[in-house]
């Protein structure tokens, strides 16, 4: 059964800094890894979508890379700022239909100003 | 930019009670879903539903749950005999085709059973 861990389960930062929240999955045959923000309260937002046959993805100050072999993906947010504070979900498709993601319990991040 | 409607946002029932809660989806999508999450815990995912049945469901999703696709436009989550436990936010989401696509997920809807 896959298992999805974030670490940290919450980080607190000020603005203007790089970090990188860390997600690790406990099969390694994904069909692709999706990252969530959500809002307290809210709905997921999804912020990058990479397939098991790439390395990494980008948009905008968000990059997520894949280590597909080693169970492993990280989300890197450059130059934080207080609007990104949120929880950020990491999850998992481990087949190519209709399957269900397997989600991790998330990084809350609060960014300071 | 299209998105996931679900209704209501917020429903209060009692126990044993019925429950409908609705979703439209992104109109061209094909493939939906429901998942749920309990205050302070993962989501979960419950049920996939593809051309017209069910594709995929997990434990959680038992004899209480059913899905529905009454009409072109709407997609229904109903439980039939609410339980405390059953007290969580329910997401919906669609894709427009299989796994590759990225999900898109609703608003939600909290339900809070007394």
């Known amino acids: 059964k896959q298992e999805v861990t974030q670490i940290p389960a919450a980080l607190s930062v000020p603005e203007g800094e790089n970090l990188v929240l860390n997600c690790s999955f406990t099969d390694s045959a994904i069909y692709n890894l999706q990252w969530f923000r959500q809002d307290p309260g809210k709905g997921l937002t999804s912020l990058l979508l990479?397939?098991?046959?790439?390395r990494e993805q980008t948009s905008g100050r968000l990059n997520a890379s894949l280590d597909k072999s080693s169970g492993r993906s990280t989300l890197y947010i450059a130059a934080s700022q207080p609007g990104d504070s949120a929880t950020y979900l990491c999850a998992v498709r481990s087949g190519g239909g209709a399957d269900g993601l397997t989600f991790g319990k998330g990084t809350h991040l609060i960014i300071q100003p | 930019e299209p998105e996931v409607t679900q209704t209501p946002s917020h429903q209060v029932t009692q126990m044993g009670q019925e429950v409908i809660l609705r979703c439209v989806p992104i109109?061209?999508?094909?493939?939906f879903y429901w998942y749920r999450q309990i205050l302070g815990q993962k989501v979960e995912f419950l049920v996939s539903f593809y051309n017209n049945e069910i594709s995929e469901k997990s434990e959680i999703f038992d004899d209480q749950f059913s899905v529905e696709r009454p009409d072109g436009s709407n997609f229904t989550l109903k439980i039939r005999s609410t339980k405390l436990e059953d007290s969580a936010m329910y997401f919906c989401a669609s894709n427009e085709g299989a796994g590759a696509n990225v999900l898109t997920f609703g608003a939600g809807s909290r339900l809070t059973v007394l």
């Open positions: 109109s061209n999508h094909l493939y």
């Open positions: 990479i397939q098991s046959s790439q």
